[in-house]
């Protein structure tokens, strides 16, 4: 049989202790009253704690989904903008076109129109947004276009073909007597080659072919850029060439009607492929939008989840939080009255 002394000092230590051990206690409450959920998750909870972390993963996998499909948004955006603006222009060019006469001064008109326009699609190209370029395909940090300027490579292609077609140069006096046959037969020829896929991605292109692929949810992964190699981008800068250096406004009148017919046939179907590219761009928005509507929904779904397993009653913590108060008053009023008891009181 074992026995405890009884002594003055024990008496005095016992709510001591308890008080501390209270005190541990009125902390953990106060701080789920302030919180809303419970202090220690992994006590509470046991085996389900688990359950509560999948929980919380696949709500911040959600957030982090809703951050990049805003970043992706931002840059559709930028995108719709300079779209709008290359069809704008080329809307403009076909009108400039359609409206001059086809003597000389048509032809200046036509052939600065044609310069303007071709550094606006090239700068429109080039556009960026947050430090990459959203014409670049997946190789955002590359600048799609390069210059058309009297040392680039497009430049330099064009005057080589010209060149070697009519046997003198642009600005050559020889333009005069160039023959709408033989014309037709540079265009078709020569000259179309310059924009095709090779030759577009030697002399004017460093964009890459495949497009940004985004995840918009959990299930799903679409397009959500373009680039600056699709066929209505080139047929813009082909049409853009010809009007501009070919020396249309020294060309024979008939002659110079072969190059604007053929602009028109070029810009039409350009400005058509535009649009398509926009609407599918379009449709991109609409799917990050519905994407975004249905993960918020989830996350609601998620937080009432975790709330089930973390959260207090705020009622039960409130009452928690008084009890503990009224016994750690007790304790000290107690401690008080034991520190006042002395054995010469009773001698």
Do not use: C
């Amino acid at each position: 049989m074992r026995t405890t002394f009884i002594s003055t000092l024990n008496l005095l230590n016992s709510p001591r202790t308890t008080a501390a051990k209270l005190q541990v206690e009125l902390a953990k409450a106060n701080t789920e009253i302030a919180t809303g959920r419970h202090a220690d998750v992994g006590l509470e909870l046991g085996h389900r704690t688990g359950q509560s972390i999948t929980l919380r993963q696949e709500r911040t996998e959600l957030d982090a989904i809703i951050g990049a499909n805003s970043l992706t948004s931002i840059r559709l955006s930028v995108t719709k903008i300079s779209l709008d603006n290359v069809r704008e222009a080329a809307d403009e060019f076909l009108k400039t076109i359609l409206a001059v006469p086809s003597h000389p001064s048509g032809g200046s008109i036509i052939r600065e129109s044609g310069q303007s326009n071709l550094a606006s699609l090239i700068a429109e190209l080039n556009q960026s947004a947050n430090g990459q370029y959203i014409f670049a395909g997946t190789d955002t940090k590359q600048r799609p276009v390069a210059e058309y300027t009297g040392t680039s490579a497009a430049k330099a292609a064009v005057d080589s073909a010209f060149i070697t077609a009519f046997g003198f140069s642009q600005t050559s006096a020889g333009v005069g007597s160039i023959s709408p046959s033989q014309m037709e037969t540079f265009l078709d020829g020569p000259f179309a080659t310059l924009f095709n896929d090779s030759n577009w991605q030697s002399n004017w292109s460093s964009a890459g072919n495949q497009n940004i692929e985004s995840r918009i949810s959990p299930t799903e992964k679409i397009e959500t850029s373009t680039n600056a190699n699709e066929p209505a981008f080139r047929k813009l800068a082909m049409a853009y060439t010809m009007a501009s250096d070919l020396g249309i406004a020294e060309l024979p009148d008939e002659t110079r009607k072969v190059v604007i017919d053929r602009l028109v046939k070029i810009m039409g179907a350009a400005t058509a492929e535009i649009i398509e590219v926009q609407a599918e761009l379009g449709t991109a928005e609409k799917k990050i939008t519905n994407a975004n509507e249905r993960l918020d929904l989830q996350k609601v779904y998620f937080d009432e989840g975790v709330g089930k397993l973390e959260s207090v009653d705020p009622a039960e913590a409130k009452t928690r939080v008084d009890a503990l108060t009224t016994q750690i008053q007790m304790s000290y009023s107690l401690t008080s009255q034991l520190r006042q008891l002395n054995l010469f009181n009773y001698l």
